[in-house]
């Protein structure tokens, strides 16, 4: 049963950068049959698509996100990773991270989300 | 950018009774199409994607369906635990792309 576990601060002030880690258990990252990513989720709103990346460290970022967004892979171990830089208050959300079947591009695994609030 | 619209916003139902959730897509998808259930507190989770294909280990009353823009959820006879919101998703293989629709609101009636 493959599991995934978001870690990093919960509280970022305004101008830096979210950094978050998202550990994969029961399975191996360097899969070519997945993708890995993130989604998040602000205080009572829907879900947006952060982006996505292959174990060879292939990436795929929201185009509204883009400039800040840069994730990376450590096949040693079994970690991806999430940077946003520049962070406003529109940025607090829960963070997920998920696995994505690469043949169709859904989410069939996620973590249980890390909250993260931007505030000075 | 494709943009998924989905209705109604919310949706009241009684326990045993059926609902159908719908998603329009702003360009054709084919059948590129998932659903989500999220219940609070929780992680959404995979329901259904290629517009028709249940997830592992979801229960038969939920079935998807549609094609192009327009995409329908199917719960028949609710059970207290489909009292939840779903999302659908459009996804393009590559370069790997997905939008989320805004959610439905599934309540008890």
């Known amino acids: 049963q493959v599991q995934l576990q978001e870690s990093g601060p919960g509280l970022v002030k305004p101008s830096e950068t979210l950094s978050l880690t998202c550990v994969v258990s029961?399975?191996?990252?360097?899969?070519?049959?997945?993708?890995w990513g993130w989604v998040r989720q602000s205080p009572g709103k829907g879900l947006e698509w952060i982006g996505t990346i292959l174990y060879s460290g292939t990436t795929s970022y929201n185009p509204s996100l883009k400039s800040r967004v840069t994730m990376s892979v450590d096949t040693s171990k079994n970690e991806f990773s999430l940077r946003l830089a520049s962070v406003t208050a529109a940025d607090t959300a829960i963070y997920y991270c998920?696995?994505?079947?690469?043949?169709?591009?859904?989410?069939?695994?996620w973590g249980q989300g890390a909250p993260v609030t931007v505030s000075p | 950018e494709i943009v998924m619209t989905q209705s109604p916003a919310t949706l009241s139902v009684s326990p045993g009774e059926g609902a159908t959730l719908s998603c329009r897509a702003s360009q054709s998808l084919g059948i590129n199409l998932a659903w989500y259930q999220q219940k609070p507190g929780q992680a959404p989770s995979l329901l259904i994607y290629g517009a028709a294909t249940r997830a592992t280990g979801v229960p038969d009353r939920f079935s998807g369906s549609g094609s192009g823009t327009e995409f329908t959820l199917t719960i028949s006879s609710l059970q207290s635990e489909d009292f939840a919101i779903y999302y659908c998703q459009q996804y393009e293989t590559w370069p790997p792309s997905i939008t989320f629709g805004q959610g439905t609101r599934l309540d008890i009636k």
């Open positions: 998920a696995r994505l079947k690469r043949q169709w591009v859904v989410l069939d695994y």
């Open positions: 029961g399975g191996s990252i360097s899969s070519y049959s997945f993708y």
